[in-house]
């Protein structure tokens, strides 16, 4: 283990070879990225870089000024010439990166002060390849959630930790391959990306802290309804990538799909397409039977019917309101 990796968490910075490298592609959200610098700049681990990478924005004026305003060395800007998503652009940051250990951080997210300091600390401690934390939403007294750690075979089926905010060990993150650009058009990256770190069976160690801030505003809950609306097709890109992994555990690979059509079944749904709601939700009954399951099927079953019972009596009255023959 490298001598700039025992450091305390009051070390120089060295600005030629820092221990941890920080990662933030950022795109449509300069808006918010000032504040996810400045809650990096304020940890309480000061030996990092940051590498934010400008995925092709029409708005890269903006980024640039974010960065710039920090006023910090250990601030670095890389622009991509085109929009290439956040798995490109998060491979790219690690690509330029000086540090043994890479995080990685949304724009428009922030994090706590103790963020880097506590995930060394635990990564070091418990000799880990990979360390994840807990996260809430939108402020730190915000809902929080600790991050969940599959067994066995369970990674599979859907589990993510942690889409972003992880620490991850620069040489392994290269054996893995970094994450999948081809994704792009699904924004599953992060998934996928576990989906292999499991597979070979990387060592995950964990803090129940909440030391990671999701912002989710209006429209970024939008994004995920239209994402949705694309979880079969989503998750059938995943399957087929991983298609012998998948294979060789059969449960899982059925809770994985069946979760898809109940995702996207409820997306439907709710969204007004109930015909194409409802055929997801059997889809969904048929790939993994369960009690949950057969009561979603039977009450949206019984709402279609019900609908189509008041739509045909509708028809029928005013047929007869307005004389005409039923049979003609």
């Not at 599979?156 to 620490?167: A, D, E, I, K, Q």
């Not at 970094?178 to 069976?201: H, L, M, P, Q």
């Not at 294979?247 to 007004?272: M, N, Q």
């Amino acid at each position: 283990m490298s001598d700039r990796n025992n450091r305390g968490s009051n070390a120089e910075p060295d600005d030629c070879h820092p221990a941890i490298s920080v990662i933030v592609p950022a795109y449509n959200k300069p808006q918010f990225l000032s504040e996810c610098l400045r809650s990096i700049q304020a940890q309480t681990f000061t030996d990092w870089e940051c590498i934010v990478v400008d995925d092709g924005s029409p708005r890269g004026a903006e980024i640039r000024a974010a960065v710039e305003a920090m006023q910090d060395s250990r601030f670095r800007l890389v622009r991509h010439d085109r929009n290439r998503g956040p798995g490109a652009a998060r491979n790219t940051g690690a690509r330029e990166s000086r540090g043994s250990l890479l995080l990685f951080a949304d724009e428009d997210d922030f994090v706590s002060e103790e963020w880097i300091e506590a995930l060394r600390s635990r990564l070091l401690q418990a000799n880990s390849e990979v360390a994840v934390c807990g996260f809430a939403y939108n402020h730190p007294q915000g809902p929080q959630k600790a991050p969940a750690l599959p067994r066995g075979a369970e990674f599979l089926s859907g589990t993510c930790p942690l889409g972003v905010g992880f620490l991850i060990r620069k040489e392994v993150w290269q054996r893995l391959g970094g994450y999948d650009e081809t994704s792009v058009d699904i924004n599953r990256e992060d998934f996928e990306f576990w989906v292999r770190v499991f597979a070979a069976k990387c060592r995950v160690s964990s803090l129940d802290s909440a030391l990671y801030y999701y912002r989710r505003e209006a429209l970024e809950r939008s994004r995920e309804i239209v994402q949705r609306l694309r979880e079969v097709e989503t998750r059938g890109l995943i399957y087929h990538k991983h298609k012998n992994l998948y294979d060789s555990h059969p449960v899982e690979r059925r809770k994985f799909l069946a979760k898809g059509y109940d995702i996207e079944g409820l997306a439907h749904w709710t969204g007004g397409n109930r015909r194409r709601g409802l055929l997801r939700t059997w889809q969904a009954l048929f790939m993994m039977p369960n009690k949950k399951r057969l009561q979603n099927a039977v009450k949206r079953s019984g709402v279609m019917l019900r609908d189509l019972l008041r739509d045909s009596m509708k028809a029928i009255y005013l047929a007869n309101r307005s004389g005409q023959d039923w049979n003609s």
